[in-house]
């Protein structure tokens, strides 16, 4: 079993009683669980782990996650993995977000708005999985996997995703820090301009992709500022 390089780590979720309301792109994660799972027992069982507050961080990584689970008197290590994006379809996802005016501040703000996967999904990318896709080893003596210690974590897993969408972007390979380095890079290409006004001066440049482009991506990025300085304030996991 492996642990990430590098990567993202979730504090400790608190115990809660149920699963909550959810949105309708953490419920596909969910359904993806499901259908992963060997048994409705085990089902149940990893529920009921993640529900008791079971599970301990979680280091989100690329491709992969990795937590410790206490079952008992015991502590599993657990590893999920997802299928990362390749290069051409991390592209494509970037550049769809970067289509369409107030998608990046929607995920900056916690949201994943449907027409966006709509899109994604149109151009042969697949960004929320299914069961098929998700991978899982654990250190406890299960025969099968997912073991209930496995679904325990991918349960909070969608949790986490539930919250903040770029979990599952980062999950696919593609980070926060990757999505708005390339976003940056789509909406600021540069051309020289010449002393007539038009293309081909050396010395001046001015962005290609226009003010309105610009201006969501700086108002994004000051809302995931915010943001990040609100859940460091605020702690939103404990009340889950």
């Known amino acids: 079993m492996t642990t990430p390089a590098s990567g993202t780590t979730y504090p400790r979720l608190a115990a809660r009683r149920g699963a909550g309301a959810g949105t309708w792109w953490s419920k ?26 079971a599970v301990g961080s979680i280091t989100v ?7 410790a689970v206490t079952d008992g008197q015991d502590a599993w290590t657990v590893e999920v993995t997802v299928p990362v994006l390749d290069e051409s379809d991390a592209a494509a996802f970037t550049e769809l977000v970067a289509a369409e005016s107030g ?7 916690g ?51 539930q919250a903040d969408p770029f979990v599952l972007t980062h999950l696919r390979g ?8 390339d976003l940056h890079r789509i909406t600021t ?10 293309p081909g001066g050396a010395d001046a440049t001015e962005p290609a992709g226009g003010p309105d482009q610009l201006d969501d991506l700086v108002v994004a990025e000051d809302a995931a ?16």
């Open 28 to 53: 596909a994660v969910l359904r993806a669980v499901e259908e992963a799972a060997f048994s409705a027992q085990d089902l149940r069982k990893g529920r009921a782990l993640a529900r008791a507050g």
């Open 61 to 67: 990584a690329e491709g992969g996650a990795v937590a």
């Open 103 to 109: 998608r990046i501040g929607a995920l900056m703000t």
């Open 111 to 161: 949201q994943l708005p449907h027409s966006l996967v709509e899109a994604v999904e149109e151009a042969g990318v697949e960004l929320l999985p299914y069961g098929g896709e998700l991978g899982s080893a654990c250190t406890c003596d299960a025969w099968l996997d997912p073991c209930p210690h496995a679904l325990a974590v991918l349960t909070q897993l969608a949790w986490l995703i």
């Open 174 to 181: 593609i980070s926060r820090e990757r999505v708005l380095r």
């Open 189 to 198: 290409p540069h051309v020289a301009v010449g002393d007539d006004g038009g």
């Open 225 to 240: 500022v915010r943001a990040a300085r609100l859940l460091q304030l605020e702690h939103p996991f404990d009340s889950w």
